[in-house]
């Protein structure tokens, strides 16, 4: 079975810095894109960035309102993404979930897969 | 302020049909594929639709999905209370370079 399980949200001031984490199993971890979305509360549903696969470069790609202040890497060795959050403003209160495409992904990259979030507050 | 348009809220009867409209643009909807996500309240959201019209494993096929231009539709026939929630659009945008959502419609059963 897929799960994805988010951790490491909590409160944080603004100007300050936090670092999520998103635990996978039940598939091949290293072959998956994976994705951060987001959802401020009482909204909608906002794409953070993704990573490839490091056989697919690895890369990374950025949303506007969140490049340069957010980064996302993966351990593959310990099958975990991770959303490093800098810089971090009122805006950025959001419930983050990890997704990802596992099996309808032959011509595009879906959100099929996600995890039940972990709610980022911040506050002064 | 969303690239992708949709309605606020549709409703209908239970056992009526709803669509869902998706506007876009040459740089979204028009260059690429589009998938359709439903979350219900306080829960994750779900794929209900991808490549435009095709629906993952386990999804009824009462969701469909249809594209035509830089304009996509979800339709949901013989609608249940259960089918409450709301619905978002997506699709990556080649300009941003970045995958867009729609800013979400909320059904409500009758």
């Known amino acids: 079975e897929v799960q994805l399980v988010e951790s490491g949200g909590g409160l944080v001031k603004p100007g300050g810095s936090l670092r999520l984490s998103c635990a996978a199993s039940?598939?091949?971890?290293?072959?998956?894109?994976m994705n951060w979305v987001r959802q401020a509360p009482g909204k909608g549903l906002e794409w953070v960035g993704r990573?490839?696969?490091?056989?697919?470069?690895?890369?990374?790609d950025y949303a506007a309102p969140v490049k340069g202040r957010f980064t996302i890497s993966r351990d593959d060795s310990k099958n975990t993404l991770y959303l490093q959050m800098n810089s971090l403003k009122t805006e950025d209160t959001a419930v983050y979930y990890c997704?990802?495409?596992?099996?309808?992904?032959?011509?595009?990259?879906?959100?099929?897969?996600w995890g039940q979030g972990t709610l980022v507050t911040v506050s002064s | 302020q969303s690239v992708l348009t949709q309605p606020p809220s549709v409703s209908a009867a239970p056992g009526q049909k709803v669509t869902i409209s998706c506007s876009g643009s040459?740089?979204?909807?028009?260059?690429?594929?589009v998938s359709w996500y439903q979350q219900l309240p306080g829960t994750a959201p779900k794929l209900l639709i991808y490549?435009?019209?095709k629906r993952p494993s386990g999804i009824p096929d009462r969701f469909s999905g249809s594209k035509s231009g830089t304009s996509a539709t979800l339709g949901i026939t013989g609608l249940q209370t259960g089918d409450e929630a709301d619905y978002y659009c997506?699709?990556?945008?080649?300009?941003?370079?970045?995958?867009?959502f729609g800013p979400g419609t909320m059904v409500t059963v009758l």
């Open positions: 997506v699709g990556w945008d080649s300009s941003l370079s970045a995958y867009v």
């Open positions: 039940g598939f091949t971890f290293p072959n998956a894109w």
């Open positions: 997704a990802t495409c596992l099996t309808v992904c032959m011509t595009a990259e879906y959100f099929q897969h």
């Open positions: 990573i490839k696969s490091k056989t697919d470069g690895g890369t990374t």
């Open positions: 490549d435009n019209n």
């Open positions: 040459s740089s979204n909807i028009g260059n690429d594929y």
